[in-house]
């Protein structure tokens, strides 16, 4: 137990006192990390309220499958403007947080997963539409409503897996400065002893 403390401490220290070095500063990359999830939610809260605005239009305006379309575009709106709603909200206490360098590469860890999480869903969703569009041709009673729906999620998923794309690549790219140092700390374990180099 005292051995795997005391590993855990000189892993800690190790990368602290590389990640002190001028090139570096966590708050500064922090606040530009957020900065770019800021600016990705303002255009998800874009796309949410065009969508809620021409669905609540159209909807009304339309009728058959376009009707439809523009009704889950309405719902797709309600719930991206929700999810974007909410990040922004807790936009200014992310800030103020102050983290050492094992949180901050959580946090970004944790960034990364989620967009790729998301762009497994929007293909998910995609894919729904295709099975939406296909059953409609077989159901002469919901035809509209499911051509309508399908063609929603197609346009929903296609837009929402080119967003969560781009904001894991800028996110990603942004975050190789933190690889950078990892890459300068080298450990080395034997039976009886753990070693540390750092690349200065």
Known sequence: MLRLT???FLIALAISANAQEPALNLQEFRTSQLGIQKKGMIVLGTWATANIISGAVFSGQTSGSTKYFH???MYWGIVNGALAGATLLRMPAAKKKQLNFAETMKEQQAMEKTFLFNAGLD???ITAGIA???????NPAKRDKRFGFGNSLLMQGGFLLLF???MYTLIHKKGAVLNKVLENVNLSAGPMQVGVLVKL
């Open 132 to 138: 939406f569009r296909e059953s409609s041709k077989n």
């Open 71 to 73: 009704q889950m575009n």
């Open 164 to 166: 969560d794309g781009i």
């Open 6 to 8: 005391l590993f855990t």
């Open 123 to 125: 293909l998910a969703y």
